[in-house]
């Protein structure tokens, strides 16, 4: 018997690990409800759910431990230090929210954890030494928040790591050397901060590193031979450094490279001839270094290169020939000392939309075929010594954006088939040459034209009358010329610098302070003319005081019946107690608001219509001023039967849950009043009114001034507020722009969020009986599935966001039958239209910032997997970081 003693040990260990099994799992819950808490996710532990079924939780499905933590996009912020507890996690991503303070260094408990994603917060201090011992993490990701001090060495330990991004950030010092041991990376992200020191020289050397982004540091030193080594770099950025020395031959090793972008830093030398080597090549900028020799002719081995730009170097020779590469769609050399002239191999690329050969040494004429490529939208000649007259042929580059061909020696006229051109929007520059003779009238029909530059040639004649029809002019200059003739009365001509007409001998008028002299004969005639005027303006006065007179009478008539009117139904409101609507329910969410807030006072608003803002699918909006001086918008639910009330509870419910919903782009409910069968809801009263009224009634007024920065910031807080709603699984019910509320500084909130709460039939608390969305912004599948999805959300958002891009109502009748603003911005290819017509030019001539920033958003509106294809590779903010 002497093994019992044994056996009870044995038996006693199995139970005890039993138990502990059985036990992890309300302790793994304590925790998680703990961390809800903390965090302010509402959604967690309701209606008894297991933990594992909760949102943004995987478990594994064995022994529902918990393994995957996603709260990424929701605007969480607290300490989240308690998440360190959940021991077995192997993927935790808190990316784009609102977390502050430092990195909590718990997190270095997590030792099985293999994606690690803080991205996008306000993590400030410095990176926690203790997440080195996380040696089974393979993606950790830092980028985009306020991290400073050094790369800690401690990460060194960090062996499986492939991905290690920590771009955006205020880090200093050195790359450390450990980083180029790192056998599996294959991602290294380190650009916006303010690194130093030199690249590592074994970075890529026992590695097959595919994407390295540094730039925006301080770095210098030569570019290793390294990073080419393996042959597997497909992205190279590292722009905007102090690297120096020659571009390494090894990077003809890397076949698959299409990206190149090592422009303002100080490297020398000339072009390897192995980049012809690089057969995936689509990007090559070098700009703005030190480079020279001629551009080697091996460029045209690189059959995917879509944009070579070597602009202010110090090249010499001429431009090889580059006729094979059919894709090539920009080719930027300017401030460089090329000569001959101009390449006629680089017009028969049928993809070319820029050629800039400003500032450089190039002779010869301009060639009759330069339009041979159609889809150039920007040629630029400036700064060279082009000799000769520009052809006629010029008017049929029908899509030219801007026309530079200033400081030449071009002669002859001006053609008036540039008048043609009518996309020309950024500038017309054909200064400083010897161009003579008359203005031609054509060149009114450029109605886009942002800025025109004639100076400093031998023109002659009146500025003809008909530059009226330039209605986008910002800029012009006409000085040092032989014109003569009055100024023609135009905006744009005498809101100009005096300058602007200086040197014209012959020229008089605003603004130059020489006034027209008149002559016996116009004398007569103008006397002619004001007799005629003050007869006209006689017979117009007359017409006008009969007019007012009638006018006057009927609308002292018409403000005595209205009066009476006001009077008689003020006295049946106020007529008692007895009349007034018996209020079955009503509560206010924010505390410090109940003393401030009188439902008597928010029922009497909705019973004028005078109070009435505006009047939607499925409710209408009053402005209600409160005895305490406060301003609400009151919303009246447009309910066609007794159901909200019938199921009173559910709808209270409904709103107090919204209620503790908190976005800053989100408008929810502060309050409720219900009475008979109507149900009202409270907001913050919002002055700037709706996007919708900011789009297309503001845009009229005389005072409006174009602002794209607010309209993107519109954009964005928009995409928002409506990407938090699908995170906590709402679908909107009714997405545009007459629902997105403008607040302070036009901040977006995107309203009617209850509507999909309160009137959302599978939950039982109502029936929709009208149509789901606004007409314009309904997607196609909604005719057959009366579904309302999250695509069909994001749908209508598109609508919101072409509207902002072009000024353009939803459903127009001057799109023309059966179309609406989708399809006339889908359809403007078959009409000739290129992108940079879509857009509002009220707002895409002010800047070319502006221009870029539009068509980077009408893109992403396109290919949206496009777009953030771009984010990644560069690194650019060029729209919307989410």
């Not at 990007?283 to 944009?307: H, K, M, P, Q």
């Not at 003393?595 to 009497?604: G, L, N, P, R």
């Not at 598109?798 to 000024?807: F, M, N, S, Y």
């Not at 989708?822 to 910032?849: C, M, Y």
Request: with cysteine; aromatic share 8%; proline share 5%.
């Amino acid at each position: 018997m002497a093994f019992l003693p044994f056996f009870s040990l044995f038996l006693f260990g199995i139970l005890s690990s039993s138990k502990l099994v059985f036990a992890q799992l309300p302790e793994e819950e304590t925790t998680l409800v703990a961390i809800g808490k903390e965090l302010g996710l509402t959604s967690w532990g309701l209606n008894s759910s297991h933990y594992c079924s909760w949102e943004g939780i995987r478990c594994r499905s064995n022994d529902s431990t918990v393994e995957k933590l996603d709260l990424s996009h929701r605007g969480l912020q607290g300490n989240f230090t308690l998440i360190s507890e959940l021991t077995a996690l192997k993927w935790l991503d808190l990316s784009y929210n609102n977390f502050q303070e430092s990195i909590p260094p718990a997190l270095g408990n997590l030792s099985k954890l293999e994606f690690l994603d803080l991205s996008y917060n306000r993590f400030g201090s410095l990176i926690p030494a203790d997440l080195g011992r996380l040696t089974n993490l393979r993606s950790l990701n830092l980028s985009n928040n306020f991290l400073v001090g050094l790369v800690p060495d401690e990460l060194e330990g960090l062996v499986n790591l492939q991905d290690f991004q920590i771009f955006t950030n205020r880090l200093s010092g050195s790359i450390p050397t450990w980083v180029g041991n790192l056998t599996n990376l294959r991602v290294f992200t380190a650009y916006e901060n303010g690194l130093g020191g030199s690249i590592p020289d074994n970075l890529g050397s026992n590695s097959e590193i595919r994407l390295l982004n540094l730039h925006s540091n301080q770095l210098e030193g030569t570019i290793p031979d390294s990073i080419f080594a393996m042959g597997k770099l497909e992205v190279l950025v590292l722009t905007q450094n102090q690297f120096t020395g020659n571009f390494p031959q090894s990077v003809g090793n890397c076949k698959a490279l299409s990206s190149i972008r090592i422009g303002n830093n100080n490297i020398i030398g000339s072009i390897p001839r192995e980049i012809g080597n690089v057969s995936g090549l689509t990007y090559f900028e070098a700009d703005n270094n030190l480079l020279s020799g001629e551009i080697v002719s091996d460029f045209a081995r690189c059959s995917n290169l879509t944009l070579l730009n070597l602009a202010s170097n110090g090249f010499t020779g001429t431009i090889p020939d580059l006729g094979n590469l059919t894709n090539l769609q920009e080719l930027i050399v300017s401030g460089n000392s090329l000569f001959g002239e101009i390449p006629s191999s680089v017009l028969v690329c049928k993809s070319l939309n820029k050629l800039d050969l400003s500032n450089n040494r190039f002779n010869g004429t301009i060639p009759r075929d330069i339009c041979n490529t159609t889809r150039l939208q920007y040629l630029l000649l400036s700064q060279n010594f082009i000799r000769g007259e520009i052809p006629n042929e010029i008017g049929n580059c029908v899509k030219l954006l801007q026309l530079e061909m200033g400081s030449n020696y071009l002669t002859g006229a001006v053609p008036p088939e540039i008048g043609h051109i009518k996309n020309l929007q950024i500038a017309l520059n054909l200064s400083s040459n010897h161009l003579r003779g008359l203005l031609p009238p054509e060149l009114g029909r450029l109605d886009k034209l942002v800025s025109l530059d004639l100076s400093n040639n031998q023109l002659s004649g009146t500025i003809p009358p008909a530059f009226k029809g330039m209605l986008s002019l910002i800029e012009v200059d006409f000085s040092n010329n032989l014109l003569t003739g009055p100024i023609p009365t135009f905006g744009p001509f005498q809101k100009s610098p005096n300058s602007s007409f200086l040197g014209n001998k012959g020229l008089c008028g605003e603004p130059l302070s020489l006034s027209c002299g008149n002559s016996d004969t116009s004398g007569r005639e103008n006397y002619h003319h004001k007799v005629s005027f003050k007869i006209i303006m006689a017979v117009i006065g007359s017409g006008l005081a009969v007019f007012v007179s009638v006018t006057i009478v009927v609308v002292i008539f018409t403000m005595r019946e209205r009066q009476e009117k006001t009077a008689k139904c003020a006295e049946v409101i106020d007529d008692g107690s007895n009349n007034r609507p018996s209020i079955i329910a009503g509560n206010i969410f924010v505390e410090n608001l109940r003393q401030a807030i009188d439902f008597d006072a928010v029922v009497k608003a909705t019973m004028k219509d005078s109070n009435k803002l505006s009047s939607g699918t499925f409710s209408s909006v009053y402005k209600a001023v409160m005895p305490s001086g406060m301003v609400l918008s009151v919303k009246r639910l447009k309910s066609m039967d007794r159901t909200i009330i019938h199921h009173q509870s559910k709808v209270i419910r409904e709103l107090e849950r919204l209620g503790k919903l908190c976005h800053d782009n989100l408008m929810t409910p502060i309050g409720y009043v219900i009475y008979e069968d109507v149900a009202l809801l409270l907001h913050h009263y919002f002055s700037n009114g709706t996007l919708f009224e900011f789009l297309h009634d503001s845009s009229k007024l005389p005072e409006y001034k174009p602002d794209w920065p607010t309209r993107l910031g519109i954009a964005i807080g928009a995409a928002e507020g409506l990407a938090f709603l699908h995170q906590v699984a709402t679908i909107h019910l009714d997405i545009s722009s007459g629902n997105i509320l403008l607040g302070a500084s036009y901040k977006a909130m995107v309203g009617e969020v209850e509507i999909s709460k309160l009137l959302d039939p599978s939950r039982g608390t109502a029936s929709i009986s009208a149509v789901a969305g606004s007409f314009g912004y309904i997607p196609p599948e909604y005719a057959y599935t009366m579904q309302v999805t999250a695509p069909g959300n994001v749908y209508s958002y598109g609508v919101i966001l072409l509207e902002i891009l072009t000024t353009r109502l939803p459903v127009d009748e001057a799109f023309g039958e059966g179309m609406d603003l989708v399809k006339w911005v889908h359809n403007a290819p078959a009409r000739g239209e290129t992108p940079e017509q879509i857009l509002d030019s009220k707002l895409s001539t002010v800047s070319f910032t502006w221009r870029k920033e539009m068509l980077a958003a009408l893109k992403a509106i396109k290919s949206p997997a496009e777009f953030m294809v771009s984010k990644y590779v560069y690194g650019e903010d060029t729209f919307y970081d989410g």
